[in-house]
């Protein structure tokens, strides 16, 4: 059972341009939700997260909007750069009264920056 | 520069045979997932643990796969014997369960295995 979908499965958006990335979720104990962004040939990092108590959030460039009574998140990127060229994985945990208990990963949106 | 790290980063076996990947955690760390990543899967999680206690290995086969931290400073994860459909990057990561703002992960850089 994949308890967190993610959408597109890749993406190539002109430099500049909006990246957009969706993902959804089915379990509603979920109370954690980050992305992580993943070059070729190293492990992933966490980029930015949010907890469901907010409806967004921005680092920069990068924005997560969330919402909570559709079970679904996504990640913006603002004038989206050849370097924001990665795969990147939502996720989503039950974080209690523990901070990193098991993220369940998104399956990655490969995204491609072109000039 | 703290990291976690992960041997080998690449290993090319034959099926039948075992192998074994170590992880180095990151000082102070207590939490250790490990994690596999192929195309069609995304990332699976294996197995993890908490204060060196497996706490969940439901996402690997028991027949075949395990997952141990004979140390603070040291996890392995051992298959076999192994399957070409073991071929895919395993990645170690790990964490501080009480690392209630962040709740960071930080993973190493794999392992690539190959099983002919």
């Known amino acids: 059972q994949q308890q967190v979908k993610q959408s597109p499965q890749s993406l190539i958006v002109q430099k500049g341009g909006i990246s957009i990335i969706n993902c959804a979720y089915e379990n509603t104990a979920f109370d954690y939700f980050p992305w992580y962004q993943q070059f070729p040939g190293k492990g992933p990092a966490l980029l930015i997260a949010?907890?469901?108590?907010?409806s967004e959030k921005k680092e920069g460039r990068f924005t997560i909007s969330f919402n909570k009574s559709a079970k679904q998140f996504s990640l913006h990127i603002m004038d989206s750069q050849p370097g924001d060229s990665a795969t990147y994985f939502c996720?989503?945990?039950?974080?209690?009264?523990?901070?990193?208990?098991?993220?369940?990963f998104g399956t990655g949106t490969r995204l491609t920056i072109i000039p | 520069d703290a990291r976690v790290t992960q041997t080998p980063r690449h290993k090319v076996t034959e099926m039948g045979q075992e192998v074994t990947m170590r992880c180095q955690p990151i000082l102070g760390h207590n939490t250790v997932f490990w994690y596999r990543q192929t195309m069609m899967q995304g990332l699976e999680l294996l197995a993890y643990?908490?204060?060196?206690?497996?706490?969940?290995d439901s996402g690997m086969p028991k027949d075949r796969f395990s997952a141990e931290m004979p140390d603070a400073t040291l996890a392995t994860l051992k298959i076999q014997p192994s399957e070409p459909r073991d071929s895919a990057v395993y990645f170690c990561?790990?964490?501080?369960?009480?690392?209630?703002?962040?709740?960071?992960?930080?993973f190493g850089e794999g392992s690539r295995l190959t099983v002919l």
């Open positions: 996720a989503a945990s039950i974080r209690s009264n523990f901070g990193n208990e098991k993220l369940t």
């Open positions: 949010i907890r469901p108590d907010v």
């Open positions: 643990f908490r204060n060196r206690a497996p706490l969940d």
């Open positions: 990561a790990s964490g501080f369960s009480l690392d209630t703002i962040t709740g960071e992960l930080f």
